[in-house]
């Protein structure tokens, strides 16, 4: 599978804005999808992510801002952004993997696309 995230970039403090990550490869119907982040001298955290059957999962610091979502159709996956704060500065990552999200002792995201920069809202 591979992974293409884009749709970063100048943002006005509030928001909103929308990230994409293409895929291509296996079947993207069969793969959960999340998208995660990591901030300047901060770890990678996890974002948001979406099963296969479409059950969501949010890191308490971005729930009711943003909305991730899955189009089989064009096999991509989105982050909505709303509500924009520094602190959501970072590189977003998509990843995907087959075994479903979140499992202890397990570093969930088997693919992972290159990431897409999310500045700090002006």
């Known amino acids: 599978v591979q992974l293409q995230a884009f749709g970063g970039g100048l943002v006005q403090a509030g928001g909103p804005l929308r990230l994409s990550c293409q895929t291509s490869?296996?079947?993207?119907?069969?793969?959960?999808m999340g998208w995660f982040r990591q901030g300047p001298g901060k770890e990678r955290e996890f974002v948001a992510v979406i099963s296969w059957t479409g059950r969501t999962y949010y890191h308490d610091t971005v729930k009711g801002r943003f909305t991730v979502s899955r189009d089989s159709a064009e096999n991509t996956l989105y982050l909505q952004m709303n509500s924009l704060k520094p602190e959501d500065t970072a590189v977003y990552y998509c990843?995907?993997?087959?075994?479903?999200?979140?499992?202890?002792?397990?570093?969930?995201?088997?693919?992972w696309g290159q990431g897409t920069q999310v500045p700090s809202p002006a």
């Open positions: 490869g296996r079947s993207f119907s069969e793969y959960n």
């Open positions: 990843a995907a993997d087959l075994i479903d999200f979140p499992q202890s002792d397990y570093d969930w995201g088997h693919y």
